[in-house]
Nanobody, 114 residues
Protein backbone atom coordinates (compact mmCIF):
# COMPACT_ATOMS: atom_id res chain seq x y z
CA UNK A 1 0.00 0.00 0.00
CA UNK A 2 1.34 3.42 -1.01
CA UNK A 3 0.49 6.47 1.05
CA UNK A 4 0.19 9.90 -0.57
CA UNK A 5 0.53 13.03 1.54
CA UNK A 6 -0.48 16.32 -0.05
CA UNK A 7 0.32 19.81 1.12
CA UNK A 8 0.06 23.39 -0.05
CA UNK A 9 -3.65 24.09 -0.32
CA UNK A 10 -4.63 27.61 0.66
CA UNK A 11 -6.77 30.66 0.03
CA UNK A 12 -5.24 32.79 -2.72
CA UNK A 13 -6.32 35.88 -4.60
CA UNK A 14 -7.21 35.72 -8.29
CA UNK A 15 -4.12 36.02 -10.45
CA UNK A 16 -1.89 34.73 -7.71
CA UNK A 17 0.36 31.66 -7.59
CA UNK A 18 0.20 28.57 -5.43
CA UNK A 19 2.24 25.41 -5.28
CA UNK A 20 1.04 21.97 -4.23
CA UNK A 21 3.17 18.97 -3.38
CA UNK A 22 2.46 15.29 -2.91
CA UNK A 23 4.89 12.84 -1.35
CA UNK A 24 4.51 9.11 -1.98
CA UNK A 25 5.71 6.45 0.43
CA UNK A 26 7.10 4.35 -2.43
CA UNK A 27 8.34 4.56 -6.00
CA UNK A 28 5.54 5.33 -8.39
CA UNK A 29 5.48 5.27 -12.18
CA UNK A 30 2.78 7.83 -12.87
CA UNK A 31 1.63 10.65 -10.60
CA UNK A 32 -0.56 13.64 -10.99
CA UNK A 33 -3.41 15.78 -9.82
CA UNK A 34 -7.16 15.76 -10.13
CA UNK A 35 -9.63 18.25 -8.72
CA UNK A 36 -13.25 18.16 -7.67
CA UNK A 37 -15.93 20.65 -6.75
CA UNK A 38 -19.14 19.70 -4.95
CA UNK A 39 -21.70 18.19 -7.27
CA UNK A 40 -19.26 17.59 -10.11
CA UNK A 41 -17.11 14.71 -11.24
CA UNK A 42 -13.46 14.64 -10.36
CA UNK A 43 -11.48 15.96 -13.33
CA UNK A 44 -7.91 15.43 -14.38
CA UNK A 45 -5.65 18.45 -14.02
CA UNK A 46 -2.18 17.20 -14.92
CA UNK A 47 -0.23 13.96 -15.06
CA UNK A 48 3.46 13.09 -15.25
CA UNK A 49 5.21 9.79 -15.87
CA UNK A 50 8.44 8.66 -14.26
CA UNK A 51 10.19 9.68 -17.49
CA UNK A 52 8.81 13.20 -17.25
CA UNK A 53 6.15 13.06 -19.93
CA UNK A 54 3.32 15.39 -19.03
CA UNK A 55 -0.21 16.16 -20.05
CA UNK A 56 -2.62 18.84 -18.91
CA UNK A 57 -6.28 19.65 -18.98
CA UNK A 58 -7.02 22.33 -21.56
CA UNK A 59 -8.32 24.61 -18.82
CA UNK A 60 -4.92 24.81 -17.11
CA UNK A 61 -2.49 24.68 -20.03
CA UNK A 62 -0.06 27.57 -19.92
CA UNK A 63 -0.89 28.33 -16.27
CA UNK A 64 -0.06 25.14 -14.37
CA UNK A 65 3.17 23.17 -14.43
CA UNK A 66 3.59 19.66 -13.08
CA UNK A 67 6.99 18.32 -12.11
CA UNK A 68 8.43 15.54 -10.01
CA UNK A 69 11.48 14.59 -7.99
CA UNK A 70 11.92 10.84 -8.41
CA UNK A 71 14.54 10.69 -5.66
CA UNK A 72 11.95 12.03 -3.22
CA UNK A 73 8.92 10.27 -4.79
CA UNK A 74 7.28 13.69 -4.85
CA UNK A 75 5.16 15.44 -7.43
CA UNK A 76 4.58 19.18 -7.54
CA UNK A 77 1.95 21.37 -9.15
CA UNK A 78 2.88 24.99 -9.70
CA UNK A 79 -0.27 26.99 -10.35
CA UNK A 80 -0.03 30.51 -11.73
CA UNK A 81 -2.62 33.06 -12.81
CA UNK A 82 -5.20 31.36 -10.65
CA UNK A 83 -8.87 31.94 -11.40
CA UNK A 84 -11.93 31.57 -9.17
CA UNK A 85 -12.94 28.58 -11.27
CA UNK A 86 -9.77 26.80 -10.13
CA UNK A 87 -11.34 26.57 -6.68
CA UNK A 88 -11.63 22.89 -5.78
CA UNK A 89 -10.29 20.11 -3.65
CA UNK A 90 -7.12 18.91 -5.33
CA UNK A 91 -6.28 15.23 -5.09
CA UNK A 92 -2.95 13.62 -5.78
CA UNK A 93 -3.08 10.33 -7.69
CA UNK A 94 -0.41 7.71 -8.30
CA UNK A 95 0.03 4.25 -9.69
CA UNK A 96 1.47 2.16 -12.50
CA UNK A 97 1.16 3.56 -15.99
CA UNK A 98 -1.80 1.28 -16.78
CA UNK A 99 -3.65 2.38 -13.62
CA UNK A 100 -2.46 5.81 -12.45
CA UNK A 101 -5.53 6.14 -10.24
CA UNK A 102 -4.60 3.20 -8.04
CA UNK A 103 -3.72 5.40 -5.08
CA UNK A 104 -5.20 8.70 -3.91
CA UNK A 105 -4.29 11.35 -1.41
CA UNK A 106 -6.72 12.81 1.08
CA UNK A 107 -7.19 16.04 -0.85
CA UNK A 108 -6.18 19.63 -0.21
CA UNK A 109 -8.45 22.63 -0.58
CA UNK A 110 -7.55 25.41 -2.99
CA UNK A 111 -9.74 28.49 -2.86
CA UNK A 112 -9.27 31.37 -5.27
CA UNK A 113 -11.14 34.40 -4.06
CA UNK A 114 -10.66 38.09 -3.34
Amino acid sequence: QVQLVESGGALVQPGGPLSLSCAASGSILSMGWYRQVPGKQREKVAQITSFGSTNYADSVKGRFTISRDNAKNTVYLQMNSLKPEDTAVYYCNAGPSFNPGLYWGQGTQVTVSS
